[in-house]
T-cell receptor, first 112, second 118 residues
Framework: NAGVTQTPKFQVLKTGQSMTLQCAQD?????MYWYRQDPGMGLRLIYY???????DKGEVPNGYNVSRLNKREFSLRLESAAPSQTSVYFC???????????FGSGTRLTVV | AQTVTQSQPEMSVQEAETVTLSCTYD???????LFWYKQPPSRQMILVIR??????QNATENRFSVNFQKAAKSFSLKISDSQLGDAAMYFC???????????????FGTGTRLQVTL
């Protein structure tokens, strides 16, 4: 099925470990986004990529890095995980129109 | 910066009844888009309904409709004939138009958890 694919779906990390969350979309969308969802705080934008080759910080970028590998793929890296990064992470994409996003199914990350 | 406020953390409705979820937003712009997303326990984010600010007519999608009050900056979601499958977290979201030159970033409210009872 067409859409946004995120891997992994679940992950447990120890404090200080690193990992990369992968995201790929097959809809030929230009823009891609990474959000985190925390209880009582809604979804907050971490980083986004308006088009291939560009990335920009969102509302909560500290502790994260991103790579727009090509038009399809947008990865999120945690270099040194901290318990405060325990969250559900969503990748999303959108096209050059004014409709909403297509979301991935999310990654539940726990940092112990 | 735009902000979106959902003042009802939790709501409850009986099956077949009608419920209204509230959303207010703050913006200095005249043109924008508003959305309601549903997040069931599966965690998937599902677009429920979309409203363009330049349209005076309220959007409707089957049992879902909105009450868009531009002057009051209010965007409420009405769910009619509620069903058990409507139980979910609902998020209101705001987005600037693409012609403003910004990436189409969505700003979300904190969500309202809707419980549907028999």
């Amino acid at each position: 099925n067409a859409g946004v694919t995120q891997t992994p779906k679940f992950q447990v990390l120890k404090t200080g470990q690193s990992m990369t969350l992968q995201c790929a979309q097959d809809m030929n969308h230009n823009s891609m986004y990474w959000y985190r969802q925390d209880p009582g705080m809604g979804l907050r934008l971490i980083y986004y990529s308006a088009s291939e080759g560009t990335t920009d910080k969102g509302e909560v970028p500290n502790g994260y890095n991103v790579s727009r590998l090509n038009k399809r793929e947008f990865s999120l890296r945690l270099e040194s995980a901290a318990p405060s990064q325990t969250s559900v992470y969503f990748c999303a994409s959108s096209d050059l129109d004014d409709y909403g996003y297509t979301f991935g199914s999310g990654t539940r990350l726990t940092v112990v | 910066a735009q902000t979106v406020t959902q003042s009802q953390p939790e709501m409850s409705v009986q099956e077949a009844e009608t419920v209204t979820l509230s959303c207010t937003y703050d913006t200095s712009e005249s043109d924008y888009y508003l959305f309601w997303y549903k997040q069931p326990p599966s965690r998937q984010m599902i677009l429920v309904i979309r409203q363009e600010a330049y349209k005076q007519q309220n959007a409707t999608e089957n049992r879902f409709s909105v009450n868009f009050q531009k002057a009051a900056k209010s965007f409420s979601l009405k769910i009619s004939d509620s069903q058990l499958g409507d139980a979910a977290m609902y998020f209101c979201a705001y987005r600037r138009p693409l012609y403003t030159g910004t990436a189409s970033k969505l700003t979300f409210g904190t969500g309202t958890r809707l419980q549907v009872t028999l």
